[in-house]
């Protein structure tokens, strides 16, 4: 393995972009778009966390949702990546960068009820939602309606997970008390 390094572009600078966004405007989105890759993954983490560990009556329909959802939110994560890189910017890749620029805070390491988990999810949902709506607004108000609209389809798919958590913490189950009871 080689030892020599040429750095291409160092992170937090913006280049030039063959989509002829002027650069101050390129900047103020690349950070936009950073931040909702950084809570992105924040999400995405956590997602996958409880994938692992629920437990109970309902396992295997939260189990395959949070999967799912997970998915969902990689898949947001490498589209903002992608529309910040082509905007001339460098996406934060390390999870301790992520972390420190993520908006969004991950519950810890601890195994919680599912309830309390999918509670933190909902919570971490509506931030993430916020955030997204803002940036969509600052996208199209410094005329790019590209990562708008990017962000627009990547905000149907976050709302409609966070509509199904929300769905999945309602009171009517079929889970009785007495088998809840320990």
Known sequence: MSTQ????QEFGTVE???LRLEQGKAEQI??????????????YHQLRKH?????????RDLHLFLGEAAEHAE???DEIAERLQALGGTPVSNPVNQAEMATVEFEDDDVYDIRTSLAND??????????????IELATDLG???????????????EEDAHHVEHYLEEDTLV????IEK
């Open 16 to 18: 030039e972009n063959a």
């Open 144 to 158: 790019d309606h590209a990562s708008a609209e990017i962000l627009r389809e990547i905000l149907v798919q976050t």
């Open 51 to 59: 994938h692992w560990n629920v437990e109970g009556a309902e396992f």
């Open 30 to 43: 690349i950070d936009a778009l950073n931040t909702d890759l950084a809570d992105t993954y924040m999400l």
């Open 5 to 8: 390094k040429h750095v291409l």
């Open 75 to 77: 898949a947001a994560a």
């Open 122 to 135: 909902l919570d971490m949902y509506g931030d993430v939602i916020e955030s997204q709506r803002e940036h």
């Open 176 to 179: 009785t008390d007495a088998a």
